[in-house]
């Protein structure tokens, strides 16, 4: 099993916009929902925004929604996160994971929290204000 590696991260003023990309091995996309995750210091790791590999559908915590997209390249074996709109709260150590392969139903993010596995290598995102 490879780890996913997230990469993309940087520092940027607040208002500015990243797109963080997560490579990660075939087994991984093979898994039910896959994630992006992020921790910043002193906090508990939390959910950013997750998708069905199966039919696409997405899920977003509710400070990021309408600022963060999350989308799936197959064909690339590739976990994308695009930022926008971003806000010095959202500097953290981001991650990609995928669930379990046990798991089947629904990817919502806090019906899957404590479920996700394979976590590599993250990338830092710094906002500016």
């Known amino acids: 099993q490879v780890q996913p590696v997230a990469s993309g991260g940087g520092s940027v003023q607040a208002g500015g916009s990243l797109r963080l990309s997560c490579a990660a091995s075939g087994d991984s996309f093979n898994r039910y929902c896959m994630g992006w995750f992020r921790q910043a210091p002193g906090k508990e790791r939390e959910g950013v925004a997750t998708?069905?590999?199966?039919?696409?559908?997405?899920y977003y915590a509710d400070d990021v929604k309408g600022r963060f997209t999350i989308s799936l390249v197959n064909t690339e074996n590739s976990l994308t996160l695009q930022m926008s709109s971003l806000k010095p709260e959202d500097t953290a150590m981001y991650y990609c994971?995928?669930?379990?392969?046990?798991?089947?139903?629904?990817?919502?993010?806090?019906?899957?929290?404590?479920?996700?596995?394979?976590w590599g290598q993250g990338t830092q995102v710094t906002v500016s204000s």
């Open positions: 998708i069905s590999t199966i039919d696409g559908r997405t």
């Open positions: 994971a995928a669930v379990v392969s046990v798991w089947r139903g629904t990817c919502d993010i806090q019906k899957t929290r404590g479920h996700y596995v394979d």
